[in-house]
C-alpha cells in the first residue's frame, strides 16, 4: 500500500470496518494462527515514535511477530541501496513497513519484492497509513461535511493523502495555507476567514523543518477560532510545537488524542487487509 | 511505581516473595494470559544494558508483549515534550518503564497517564527497582544488619533509594561519603575506619560522570577491607570501572553478579505487581 | 560457536541436515515448547542487516523470544568491558548472538559465559554462520567441485571461515588476490586466468574499508566471466558495491540472494544444534 490513489471504494470499507473484519477473522482459530506465524517488518529510515509504535504495537495486538530493523545497525552504513535492503529482508519476513525520506521510495521497494510493503511515509510523498486513520477519526465524528487544512500545505505528505482519500469520500476539502508559498500547486488557496463559519474539521499541519525548508511561523489560537461552529474538531498528525497556541492543548476541541487512539487499531485493520489479500493470490 | 516513598510493607513483601506471588498466579491459566496480552513499553532517554535488558528479559518471560521505543527513532528529535510522548505511548501498551535524565519525569508522565509508569531512574533522582532488588538479595544473604555506603553518594539515585528502602526494612544505613562534598545532605557522613568492623555489605557507587559532575577518584582494594568481617559482601549496581579495585573482581566477597541475578525475577515481581492492582481498579 | 574449526562433521551434517532435524524437533509439541521458552540476545557491537535480522528472524521462526540489546543504549558507553556485558546478559537469557570488531572476541566472551556464545563476526576473524549458510547453499547447487575467492582476501573473516569450512568438507578452494598485498599468507595466490575456465563457483568479497584499511579497487564484469563454465555460480556475502558490475545484478549467474534465502534456515538450524547440544549437558 503505497498512495490512497491505490484504494478502492470496498479496501477502504475493509479498512474502516476492519474492527469487524478482522474480530471476525480472529476468532476463527485458522485465521488468528495464520497471522500468529507471520513476521512484519519495521524498516525506518527517518525517525517516528508514533508510526513507528503503533505498528510495532498492531503488529503484536495481532499476535504477529515483529522484526524491528535498526538503521543505525544496517548496511545503509555499507551504502546498500534501498532496493537490496527489501530484497534481503524479504526473506525474513511477511510484509514490510517502509518509512523512507524520498518520494516514491515504497514503490521503488515494492517492484523488487515479493512481500506488501506499506508505506510509512516516503518523503513528501504520501503517508495512507495516517490519512486512513484520520478518515476513520473524521467518520467516527458523525457529521463532517468540511475538512479544512492549515498551515504548511506544501511539504505535507498527510495534506496530499488525506485530502485525495476524503474527495474519493464525498468530503469538501479547503486549502488555506499559512503563506503564499505553502499552497498546493494543484488547488484552490483560501483565506480563514472565508471558510472559518462551516468548517467541520481544521486539519493543521506542522512547518516542515525536517525537509530542509525554512519554517514559516503560524499557529492557531483560541481566538482564531472564535467564529467557528461549536462542533468544530482540530485534528494535528503530532507532534506538534508552537503551531498551535498552548491554550489549545486542553481544550474540548482538539482531536489529536482521539487520531492517536485509533492509529493501533486502524494499521492493524491496515495489515490484516494487506495480508489477506495476499493470502488470496 | 516512581519513588520507594510509595511502597506500602505489603506492597514491598508482595515484590520480595514475588516469586511465590507471581508464580502462583502463573499456575492458573486466566491470570497467564491476562499477562500475555499485555504489552510492555520500554522507554529509556538515557543509556542502560542492565535495566533495560533485565525489564525486556522480565516481559518475555512473563510472556508479555515487548515493545521498545528507541529514542534515537522518536519524536524527542522534533521536539515533542515527555508528556505528549507517554500520552501517544499509553494507546499501545499496558505499562511504560521510563528512564529519563530529569528528576521527577516519572511522576511528571504518570500525571498524564492512565497505564502505570514504572521509574527506571530519573536523573539524580531514585530507582525505586534498583532498590527493591537490591533489599532482594540483601534479605537473601540472610543476616545483615548494617549497609554502608561508600563512594560518591550525592549523585547517587541508588543510594537514595536504597537507603530509604532499607530504613523502612529495619536495616541500619551509613553513609561513607569518598570526599568531603559527595555526601548525602540529611544524612551523617562517616569515616570508614569507624564502621567498617560491623558493617555487613558495602555498597559502593560509581563516580557520576554523567550527571555532568568532575568525578572524584576513590578506590575499594583488598587492602581497606583488611579489618572487615569474613561474611562482608561487596555491592555494586554496575557497571564499574576503577571504584573497585581489579584483584576483587573475582573475590569471594563480591555480590554484583548475584544482585544482577536477581534483576530479571525481581523486575518481573515489580511488573505483577503494578498489573495486578491496576486490574483490580 | 566461534571458529569453523571446532565443527566435527557431524556437527556439519546436523547443521546442513537442519531443515530435517529441526522440523522434526519441532513436530514434537515437547521440543517446540522448549525453544519457545528459550530466549535469544542479539548482541551487536556493528552494524549489519542480514545477520542480525536473520538471526531476529531464525528466533521468531522458532518461536523463540528475542532480545536485542541497543549497543547506542549499551553500558558500552560508561565503559563496561564486554567480559562483564556477557555476564551480565546471560542471566537475561539462553543463547547470545555476538557481533564484535575485536578477534577472538566471541572466544573471549564464551570463557566467562555459561551459555553458549555463537560468532556473528569477530572483526578479521572468522563469521562461522555464514559460512554454514555459504556450504548449505553450494551443497544445494549440486556439483561443484572449485571455489574460487576473489578480492580482498587478507582481511576477510568469510574467506577465513568458508575456504577452511569447505577444505573439511573436500572442496578445492583457489585463491585470486584482487593485489598482491590482500591475499592469505598461509594459501598460495592464482591468478583468475589460470582458474577461470574451471571454477565452479567465484566468491567475491568486498573491499574491507571499515577495518580502517585503504580499498584498493576492484570490479567482477561479464568480460571477466567469458572463458567460465556456463554453469558458474558468483557468491557474495552482500552488501557489493562497486567489486561486482552493475551488469551482472540480473545476471542468471548471480547466486547473493540465494545465499540470503538460505541464511534463516541456516541459522535457525545453528540455534537448535546449540541449545540442542546444551539441552544434553
Redesign the interface.
Known amino acids: 500500500m503505497h498512495s490512497v490513489d491505490e484504494l478502492s471504494s470496498a479496501a477502504i470499507e475493509r479498512v474502516m470496518s476492519g474492527a469487524a473484519v478482522h474480530d471476525n477473522a480472529l476468532s476463527q482459530p485458522t485465521a488468528r494462527d495464520a497471522l500468529a506465524h507471520k513476521?512484519l517488518?519495521l524498516l525506518?529510515y527517518e525517525?517516528?515514535?508514533?508510526t513507528?509504535?503503533?505498528f510495532?504495537?498492531a503488529g503484536?495486538?495481532l499476535g504477529m511477530?515483529v522484526?524491528?530493523?535498526?538503521?543505525?545497525?544496517?548496511?545503509?552504513?555499507?551504502?546498500?541501496s534501498l532496493e537490496?535492503?527489501v530484497?534481503?529482508?524479504q526473506?525474513?519476513?511477511d510484509v514490510i513497513v517502509l518509512r523512507h525520506p524520498d518520494i516514491g521510495s515504497s514503490l521503488r521497494a515494492q517492484r523488487v519484492c515479493r512481500v506488501p510493503v506499506i508505506n510509512a511515509g516516503d518523503g513528501a510523498g504520501e503517508h495512507p497509513t495516517q490519512a486512513l486513520l484520520d478518515l476513520f477519526t473524521i467518520r467516527q465524528l458523525g457529521s463532517v461535511k468540511t475538512v479544512t487544512f492549515f498551515g504548511d500545505l506544501k511539504h505535507s505528505r498527510v495534506v496530499r493523502s488525506l485530502s485525495k482519500l476524503l474527495a474519493k469520500q464525498g468530503f469538501i476539502c479547503l486549502m488555506v495555507p499559512a503563506h503564499a508559498d505553502l499552497g498546493l500547486p494543484d488547488a484552490p488557496a483560501h483565506e480563514w476567514r472565508e471558510v472559518d463559519t462551516f468548517t467541520d474539521v481544521l486539519y493543521v499541519t506542522?512547518p516542515q523543518v525536517?525537509r530542509g525548508k525554512i519554517a514559516v511561523k503560524y499557529q492557531v489560537t483560541k481566538k482564531m477560532l472564535e467564529r467557528c461552529k461549536p462542533t468544530l474538531r482540530i485534528f494535528h498528525a503530532?507532534?506538534h510545537?508552537d503551531e498551535i497556541h498552548a491554550e489549545l492543548e486542553e481544550d474540548p476541541r482538539a482531536a489529536w488524542?482521539l487520531q492517536?487512539?485509533n492509529?493501533?487499531q486502524v494499521r492493524a485493520n491496515v495489515l490484516c487487509h494487506v495480508l489477506q489479500a495476499r493470502s488470496r493470490l
Open positions: 513476521t517488518i525506518f525517525p517516528s515514535t508514533r513507528y509504535a503503533s510495532y504495537a503484536l495486538r511477530r522484526l524491528p530493523v535498526p538503521v543505525h545497525n544496517s548496511s545503509v552504513l555499507k551504502g546498500e537490496d535492503t530484497r534481503t529482508l526473506e525474513m519476513g506542522r525536517e503530532l507532534p510545537t488524542w492517536v487512539a492509529g493501533v
